[in-house]
């Protein structure tokens, strides 16, 4: 994985700051040219790229991209699924029947078929895996060698104990996909032990982590001892703390700790997304020096400056 992934919040007006800042967004980027455009500043910043949840907008996104495939032959997309308000408002509009033929991929009749028999004989796992390939569709052609699961249903699913769904959820993936699975969560160490428990090893594993324990269930202090084991490739996101935490000082922090594969980030402008971007460079380089002194070793002997433990 790249060492930096550009997010969706802001395209979508979600802001963990303010509700000013969140109706300015959405009226920023009501057009979907906006949002190209922001991804062509990202692209040029570095960033190749692109993490986003299956709101109905990207399948847009998904089509301008297709149209353009020298441009973006190096872009990659990771899909965050599910995305429940479009399922809840699709019902809404269209009822059940209707939201199924709306997204539910290849032959309507066979798909139902399969969902009715999963549903009769209680194999929700079949379930799961229409709704993942329901949430695929938009991203043909696309490339997306990670797919992940939504916290939204990572904790829920983690919360009643039903681990089989998030094994279910990796093997369907890298079978049907082949892609690597991939795990949003509020709760870092007591998912990684469910996956390790259930076979997944090194799994990917985006989450919280933050200098004030924003959406970090166990703390602070036992996510740290858990990235000094080099378990699973993190992904860090909500770095800021919801605003809490000034963004040079947040970036430091996150750049610092050992075993952080990437750094997820969203920004609506381009000095934003330039300065986010050139501050975890600045960041990295600087542990990168500090731990080829403190070693002793050559720039060539270096690999991965997070990966080595303070």
Known sequence: MERIIFGDNQFFAVNHISDEKSRAQSIKFKDDSTIIKTLDIAIASGINTFMCTTHDRIANICELIRRDPEKYKNFKIYPCMPYAHKYANAVTELGIAGTLKQYVP????????????????????????LMV????????????????????????????????????????????????PGFITMNLPKLLDVLENGGVYNPIICT???????????????????????????????????????????????????NIESILFGASSKQNIENTVETIRFHDQKNKERIITKYNITDNQFATPVSVAN
């Open 208 to 258: 919280s982590i933050n200098k004030v324990n924003f959406r970090m269930s166990g703390g602070k202090e036992l996510y740290e001892k858990t990235l000094k084991e080099g378990r699973c490739r993190v992904i860090a996101m909500q770095v800021l703390g919801g605003g809490a935490i000034p963004a040079n000082e947040a970036l430091e922090y996150v750049s610092n700790l050992p």
């Open 106 to 129: 290849g032959n309507f009749v066979s798909s139902l078929f399969k969902g009715g028999m999963a549903y009769v004989s209680k194999d929700f796992i079949s379930i799961m895996e």
């Open 133 to 180: 390939d329901a949430e695929m569709k938009m991203f043909k052609g696309i490339n997306t060698p990670v797919i992940f699961l939504q916290n939204v249903i990572t904790d829920l699913l983690l919360g009643l104990g039903m681990n089989e769904f998030l094994l279910g959820f990796a093997n369907y993936v890298k079978q049907k996909y082949n892609a690597e």
